[in-house]
Nanobody, 122 residues
Framework: VQLQASGGGSVQPGGSLRLSCAASGFNFITHTMGWFRQGPGKERKFVGGITWTGRRTYDQTSVKGRFTISRDNAKNAVYLEMISLKPEDTAVYYC????????????????WGRGTLVTVSS
């Protein structure tokens, strides 16, 4: 199983980034895909998820209206579009896969990628 996240980088506040995650080694279309992030000295937290049917769930307190998750089942890929980025969005972003529908907790996710760093700073 491989989950390869990419697209991270440094951006100024107010900027945007699109993260991608390429999945392989498991049945992608039967898994909910999630994005998590872990800031410096913080716990890993749920950002958003998308089920195999396309139903989305977000952590509304931190990313409401700014982040959009999508998936392409033909390409075994999941994406996280981020706009209006803030310094507090700085974190390593991880993609993960779960067989639980609408999973939001870290222990519901069976497979994890290595993460990609997003830095938001002026």
């Amino acid at each position: 199983v491989q989950l390869q996240a990419s697209g991270g980088g440094s951006v100024q506040p107010g900027g945007s980034l699109r993260l991608s995650c390429a999945a392989s080694g498991f049945n992608f279309i039967t898994h909910t895909m999630g994005w998590f992030r872990q800031g410096p000295g913080k716990e890993r937290k749920f950002v958003g998820g998308i089920t195999w049917t396309g139903r989305r769930t977000y952590d509304q307190t931190s990313v409401k209206g700014r982040f959009t998750i999508s998936r392409d089942n033909a390409k075994n890929a999941v994406y996280l579009e981020m706009i209006s980025l803030k310094p507090e969005d700085t974190a390593v972003y991880y993609c993960a896969a779960s067989t639980s529908y609408r999973a939001t907790a870290t222990d519901e996710y069976e497979y994890w990628g290595r993460g990609t760093l997003v830095t938001v700073s002026s």
